[in-house]
């Protein structure tokens, strides 16, 4: 037990997918793995562990944010004894030629915040994925016949921001928002461990185009799959 999570330890899986919203963690683990138990339920920030194919598997909500998934990250890697998280989420996309659905493999992350100074003593604002877990996404994907785009995503801290960013995302060479995988690149690398982090795109900041709710749940599971396989290799 931690202050953030009433799961045993052996309820925890060594490999750990994270959507953000923990009502999709419970959508996946129903939809995907057997033998299903609740191992979290505190703050609704549902965890479920299972197996799929056979192996253990733990789906978990990050909830939204570096603070809030780099609790549970923390936790995972250091009290739960947890070698892999992958990071399931959805992004906005900076530039015309990255499309909704499209799925992103991040490989580095430009942070806002000094998320990563605070918590890992890392000074650079651009933090990697962790190789191992990185290479086997796109394997993965390769192997499924899913294209995946990969480059470097901005882990923002502020959604809803008062001025225009493009000379911004020009300058850092932004491909894509989100606003997690810098927290859990950098607790990887403190803890000794691996994350990665896989998105699909819900919308494009430069067309304006957006998804539907019922669209995006379709799309969201060409990604789990990846992890999923990910998870099991
Ligand atoms: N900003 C930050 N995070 C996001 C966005 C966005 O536009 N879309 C999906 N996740």
Redesign the pocket.
Known sequence: MTPHISAKKEDIAKTVLMPGDPLRAKKIAETYLENVKLVNEVRNMFMYTGTYKGVEVTIAGSG?GCPSIGIYSYELYNFYDVENIIRI????SYKEEIKVYDVYNVKEAYGDSNYAKLAANIDDKVIKAGTELYSLIENVAKDKNIKTLTGRA?S?DV?YRHDDITEFVKENELD????ESVALFANAIKAKKQAACL?T???N?VTKEITTAEERQNNFMQMVEIALEVAVK
């Open positions: 939204m989420g959805s992004a906005g901005h923002a959604f894509v928002v989100e606003m998105l795109i819900s919308d900041l």
